[in-house]
Structures are given as structure tokens and as C-alpha cells.
């Protein structure tokens, strides 16, 4: 998966001969899940119609403070606009248009829109060589990388003049791959490696039976998913769960018992980072599984049962620089007994989910935390989807390892 999709993307246009290449462009950020709106300067729909565009990017295509043909002249809120999109792309720009954002000119509403925006801006000159290298064009190129703004650099070629040499604009796939690595590289966990463990475990009674717990694997899966959209390698160890995850960056083990689990998270937490043990494994098992399947009597029947491995202590013992995190569900005195964990598990923080609180548990979308660090710091976060709390987890984990 792109660290574009779902990302929304402006489309900045202007009047250069490389426009007709931004239909590409549009298409390749909606192949990649990106939500795309064009604004075009009035001179770049001489080089590519509006409706082709619009008709690409599924939106409205803007180039006018007011649109004149619609009733009621409809305003085209560049501040809107601007505070739309997560990023902001102008290819390709030409030496008019980045002189103009050089010095704040702002007679359109491309030029508004980039004055409004407060995401990153990313741009890609085109124009002729001896345009891309006079000094003013050069004194443009800095000055806007000064302000934070992205150059995406021209490329050489055969220019529309004839003549051949650099200023070219960067083509399409280029320009797509350039800002996927440069999102990639500024992703808070780029670099990280996170273990998790999710969902319940299976504790084998007979060939058809075994012990096991209401878990999803819900939310596990959503921490998952939270650490590798901000960057993560991520290794999932999974109990039985129905729980679906497809991104480039997790790969998921899946494991049935307690022991397996114990055996996957062993075999890699030493090369990870952070580790989160969400998983509700099972406190105990059969002391023995029959091979053949128990037969129905009419007497009671009692089984032995034995503790499994607690696969977060055995951690908390081996660890290094790892970061660990685990998770408690109680029912009763809940922070004395997290706060308990912590220290006899040897965690730097634990995830508290109390049954009291309505909406907290297994089975549910939401979940309801209080994260407690090894200071006892306690922070309660309000009644969320998890999907919500998996960000919440996730952050409190990178602001915690900033430190
Ligand atoms: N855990 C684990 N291995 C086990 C049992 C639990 O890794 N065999 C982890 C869970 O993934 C969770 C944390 O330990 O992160 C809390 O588990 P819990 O069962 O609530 O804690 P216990 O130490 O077993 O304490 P108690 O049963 O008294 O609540």
C-alpha cells in the first residue's frame, strides 16, 4: 500500500507545455488511493482542457475565485482548499509561477491556494534550459526551498523549443515515486521495527477442542496498521483471528497456542524496536491434550490445567533497548493492579482497558484506555473507535521514545 492512499492531493497546474502530462499524474495518484483536486492557473487550460481533469480526478476542476457559469457565481474558497489537502503538488510550475510564490504575488487562485496552504508544497519546474538556469529563475528556486516548500528537480531532455537540456519537467512516475519516498522519509517510526502480538490464543484439549476468549484481534490489528502508516516494519503475530491486514510494511505470523506465540515473538524481538503485547493469551492450558477426541460420560469431568509462558514477562526479563508495551484488562482496582504490572513485568508502558467502563473490552469496535508509563504517569483518553485508540497508543509510544 502507497503512503498516498487516502492521503488528498491538490493538483496545481500551470502553463507550461508539460501540462499535458498532469492527466498521468492525476491518474497514477488515483491508481495509488490518493483523493485528488486540480486548481489550474486561467493559461494552463490553453494545454489541457479542465473537464479532462475533472473527469480523472472524479472532482470539480477550479481556476477562478468565482465561477461565473454557475448560478449564484459559486466562490472557490482557497482557504478551504488549502487546508484540504495533506499535500499540495504544482507541476508543472513555470518561472512565472514560482517567481510569483517567491514573493507572495497572489493575482490567482492557484497562487492563493499555495499562500493558504499549510502542508507540505511540493514543485516541479518546466521551462526552457536557459529559462530553468537565469538567475532570477535560480534566486525563485531558493528562495522557495527557503520557505519549505519541495523542489521536485526539472530533468534533462529534448525540450518543446528543440533544443536539449535541463528543465524539463520531472516526468509523472517520477514525480509520484519522488514524493511517496520523501512522505516515507519523514514518517515518524521510518527506520522502526515494532512487534505485536493480537488477538486470542487456542490451548488444545483434544483434536476438536481447545481453551481460548471472545478476543477479535481488533485491536492489535488496528496498532498494527497505525505503526506502519507512520513508517514501521511491523511484525504481527496473530492469534486465530478473522481480522483482515494488507500493507507493504506488516508482515503477519500466524500462530494458534500460546507456546507458538511465545516461540514467534522470541524468534524477533531482539532485532525490534517496539514491542506491543496486545494479544489475550491464554493464562492456562491442558496439562495434557489427548490424542483422540474425549468421549461424552455421564460422571463429571475434571481437567488439569497448567500455567502457559507469559510471553510479556519473559520479554520485559531479556530486554535491551526495546521499547515494551503491555496491555491490562481488569475488572477491579485497575490502576494499582497496571501500575503492578509494569513493574513486575519490567514495561515501559501498559495499556489499561477497564471492564467498568461501557464500550471497553473484546468484542466491541471501541475501546476505552488509560496509558500508564513507568513513572506511574497516568494519561486517560476518552470512549474511542479503536481505530482512533491505535493512533492514540501509537503516539503516546513516539513521544515517549523522542524523550
Ligand atoms: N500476556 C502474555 N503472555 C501470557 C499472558 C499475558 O504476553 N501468557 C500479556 C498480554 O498480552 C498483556 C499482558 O500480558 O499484554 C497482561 O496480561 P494479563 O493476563 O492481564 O496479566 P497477568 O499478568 O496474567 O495478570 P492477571 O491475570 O492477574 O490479570
Not at 510569483?100 to 502542508?119: E, P, W
Not at 521536485?152 to 519537467?169: F, H
Not at 514477562?313 to 475488572?331: C, D, P, R
Request: a positive charge.
Amino acid at each position: 500500500m502507497s503512503v498516498l492512499s487516502g492521503k488528498k492531493v491538490l493538483l496545481g497546474i500551470t502553463a507550461g507545455i508539460a501540462a499535458y502530462k498532469t492527466a498521468s499524474l492525476v491518474r497514477l495518484f488515483i491508481k495509488l488511493g490518493a483523493d485528488v483536486k486540480v486548481i489550474m492557473t486561467p493559461a494552463s487550460k490553453d494545454f489541457i482542457t479542465p473537464l479532462t481533469l475533472s473527469t480523472l480526478s472524479k472532482n470539480p476542476v477550479h481556476s477562478t475565485f468565482y465561477e461565473k457559469e454557475v448560478e449564484n457565481e459559486l466562490w472557490n474558497n482557497h482557504v478551504d482548499l488549502g487546508l484540504w489537502a495533506d499535500y499540495f503538488l504544482i507541476a508543472p510550475a513555470t518561472a512565472n509561477t514560482l517567481s510569483k510564490m517567491s514573493n507572495g504575488t497572489c493575482n490567482n487562485l492557484l497562487l492563493a491556494t499555495y499562500l493558504s496552504a499549510k502542508c507540505p508544497v511540493y514543485f516541479a519546474p518546466a521551462m526552457d534550459l536557459d529559462m530553468y538556469i537565469h538567475p532570477s529563475t535560480k534566486e525563485s528556486l531558493q528562495k522557495l526551498q527557503s520557505f519549505g516548500n519541495i523542489l521536485i528537480p526539472a530533468a534533462s531532455g529534448e525540450l518543446a523549443s528543440g533544443l536539449v537540456g535541463e528543465g524539463r519537467m520531472a516526468e509523472p512516475e517520477d514525480i509520484v515515486s519522488f514524493i511517496e519516498n520523501d512522505v516515507l522519509s519523514k514518517l515518524p517510526l521510518r527506520g522502526k521495527k515494532v512487534l505485536i502480538t493480537a488477538g486470542p490464543t487456542y490451548e488444545a484439549i483434544d483434536p476438536v477442542r481447545f481453551i481460548g476468549n471472545h478476543s477479535s484481534g481488533k485491536m492489535g490489528f488496528a496498532i498494527a496498521k497505525a505503526a506502519a502508516n507512520l513508517g514501521a516494519e511491523v511484525i504481527l503475530i496473530s492469534g486465530p483471528s478473522h481480522q483482515q491486514i494488507k500493507h507493504s510494511f506488516v508482515k503477519r505470523i500466524d500462530v494458534v497456542s500460546a507456546n507458538d506465540m511465545y516461540n514467534a515473538a522470541h524468534t524477533y524481538f531482539k532485532d525490534v524496536d517496539i514491542a506491543i503485547l496486545s494479544a489475550a493469551v491464554a493464562d492456562y492450558k491442558p496439562k495434557n491434550i489427548a490424542n483422540q477426541k474425549i468421549k461424552k460420560k455421564d460422571s463429571t469431568l475434571a481437567m488439569e490445567l497448567t500455567p502457559t509462558k507469559d510471553i510479556l514477562a519473559s520479554l520485559g526479563l531479556i530486554k535491551k533497548h526495546q521499547f515494551l508495551v503491555g496491555f491490562a484488562l481488569e475488572t477491579n482496582n485497575e490502576i494499582e493492579n497496571a501500575k503492578s504490572k509494569i513493574t513486575r513485568k519490567n514495561l515501559d508502558v501498559i495499556v489499561l482497558n477497564s471492564l467498568q467502563d461501557k464500550g471497553a473490552g473484546f468484542a466491541t469496535n471501541t475501546n476505552k484506555i488509560t496509558i500508564i508509563d513507568k513513572d506511574f504517569n497516568e494519561k486517560p483518553f476518552k470512549l474511542k473507535s479503536k481505530v482512533e485508540v491505535a493512533k492514540d497508543i501509537i503516539n503516546e509510544i513516539i513521544l515517549k521514545i523522542k524523550k
